[in-house]
Every structure is written in C-alpha cells, then in structure tokens.
C-alpha cells in the first residue's frame, strides 16, 4: 500500500483507537512489525475492521514501555484493550514514531527505523 513515506501513512490512516494485536521482531531486533486491528473500517459502516501490517525496516532504535502483564495479555489474547490501544501517534522525526497507549505521558512504543511499509493483512 505504502512505502518509506511515514507522513503519507499518517494522513491517510487514523490509528486512534486501533488495536495493536501483535508485535514481532526479527532476531537481530532490526525489524519490526506491528498487526493492527484497523477501528476506522467499522466506524465507515464496513462489516469487519482490516488488518493491517506496520512493517518498520533498519530499526536504529526500539523502546518499548509494555509492562510484563500486558506482553502476557497479548499473547493469550485476553484484555488487550486496554494496554495496546493506539491513543495517540507522532512522528517526531522523519523516521521515528512514537505510539501512545494513554497509559502514562511516554509513549509506549518508540521506533527509529530505516524504512517502514504499510500492507493489509
């Protein structure tokens, strides 16, 4: 759908309110993916929200505020609610994304990368 251009995936995607449903990463931890649970497509009168893929390549840095119950909550797949709703995203940078769960002020998810491509499931 879209590649390398984070503002462009930003202005055309509204991520408020999405469910982060996985996270993965490669095992050099240069790669990372997040699935999400597209909220918009049911507020546009569509019968299921899309999944999308939120693929960040050439990570220079990943930080990561996820408390240990909520890693366990996605895994079971049980109240991820409430840990992996995307509140807020901001693009500090050209190639860094902070997402914000609305739990705390710091986002709990900070990505600096080298490219990043958006794709639906």
């Known amino acids: 759908m879209f590649k390398n251009n984070l503002l462009k995936i930003l202005s055309e995607y509204d991520f408020t309110d999405s469910i982060i449903v996985e996270i993965s ?5 240069t790669e990372l993916v997040l699935e999400i649970d597209y909220y918009w497509d049911l507020q546009e009168g569509k019968n299921e929200a899309r999944m999308l893929l939120l693929k960040f390549e050439n ?3 990943i930080e990561s505020r ?21 509140v807020k995203t901001l693009q500090e940078e050209e190639s860094t994304l902070s997402i914000f769960n609305g739990i705390g002020n710091d986002p709990f998810l900070r990505i600096e990368f080298g490219s990043v491509e958006l794709s639906e499931q």
């Open 66 to 86: 996820i408390p240990v119950v909520a890693i366990e909550s996605l895994k079971s797949r049980e109240n991820v609610d409430s840990y992996f709703t995307i």
């Open 59 to 61: 990570c220079k840095r």
């Open 25 to 29: 990463t490669s095992k050099l931890l």
